[in-house]
């Protein structure tokens, strides 16, 4: 399609584990983000790639986050050692330009057991 | 750090009336403002912007105003619908850095 994909749109997992959430993101946008929504909270930023900068890393929220992002292609998030604490929606989203209106995956519902 | 903040977390409003999302920020250095909607199970998309350089920006039922001293900005919805009931985010940028959210406004239009 010709919106951004995520995947896997749910993901159960035992606590400890790790896990990968993968965002394709619409083609030729190069800015791309990674937001949380827990329970009943708002969208909290994690991460933002911006073409071929330094990614701005300033919302993860411990070592345990990580995400790359290959050229302006897709983006993989990943979290080591996963805790309940970390049971969100994973929202990925990109847009063309910088300031430009954002465009939203509908997200993955992790959850840890 | 809570740079843009929400402090309405839901709003119920009759079918017809207006409604007005708030939204509050702390950093001056943001330029520029946007409202998103976001249904259950979707994610949230576009409804309407602002540049720092402008003080309102209508799209038919939907009008956005922003107050620099204030560091203030609102969404006006009128007529008001059922179909708008939605979580309503209020988002800020500057150039060249990332877009940061509220909390969400949850709008409850009752028809």
């Known amino acids: 399609g010709a919106g951004v994909s995520q995947s896997p749109s749910n993901k159960v997992t035992e606590k400890g584990k790790d896990v990968e959430l993968r965002c394709d993101p619409i083609?030729?946008?190069?800015?791309l983000y990674w937001y949380r929504q827990r329970l009943g909270q708002g969208l909290e930023f994690l991460i933002y790639?911006?073409?071929?900068?330094?990614?701005?890393k300033s919302g993860l929220p411990s070592d345990r986050f990580s995400a790359e992002r290959t050229g302006e292609s897709v983006s993989t998030l990943t979290i080591q050692r996963t805790q309940q604490e970390d049971s969100a929606v994973y929202l990925c989203a990109s847009s063309a330009r910088i300031n430009g209106e954002l465009f939203f995956g509908e997200g993955s519902r992790l959850t840890v057991l | 750090d809570q740079q843009v903040k929400q402090n309405s977390p839901s709003l119920s409003v009759q079918e017809g009336r207006i409604s007005i999302l708030n939204c509050d920020y702390t950093n001056s250095m943001f330029d520029y403002f946007l409202w998103y909607k976001k249904y259950p199970a979707e994610g949230p998309t576009f409804l309407i912007s602002?540049?720092?350089?402008?003080d309102k920006n209508e799209d038919g039922r939907f009008t956005v105003f922003l107050n620099k001293s204030a560091k203030h900005l609102s969404l006006h919805i009128v007529p008001s619908q059922p179909g708008d009931s939605a979580v309503y985010f209020c988002a800020a940028s500057r150039v060249p850095d990332d877009m940061r959210f509220g909390a969400g406004t949850r709008l409850t239009v009752k028809p």
């Open positions: 602002i540049s720092s350089i402008k």
């Open positions: 790639f911006q073409g071929n900068s330094a990614p701005d």
């Open positions: 083609s030729g946008h190069t800015a």
